[in-house]
């Protein structure tokens, strides 16, 4: 989503993840909100971006790229192997 379309409750759906990419009022650099969870932030749009959960089918064997700097789920970094 642009900033004008973060500013504007009606484009958001239920489900979809807010992560903060910046420290913000309330919130910490990294957070996530799950829209429909709690209030949106609108006004803080500029320090997160919206994305939208989906799920994928992966053969074994296949390998799996993180593009985006992130923790696992015990917050150690990912890296590549």
Do not use: C
């Amino acid at each position: 989503m642009t900033f004008a379309q973060r500013q504007e409750a009606v484009n958001y759906t239920p489900g979809d993840v807010i992560v903060f990419t910046q420290n913000a009022r309330r919130y910490a650099k990294g957070q996530r909100i799950i829209v429909g969870e709690g209030p949106l932030p609108l006004d803080q749009a500029s320090r997160f971006q919206v994305f939208q959960r989906s799920t994928m089918d992966v053969s074994p064997g296949e390998l799996i790229r993180v593009t985006q700097n992130g923790k696992t789920a015990d917050r150690g970094k990912t890296s590549p192997e």
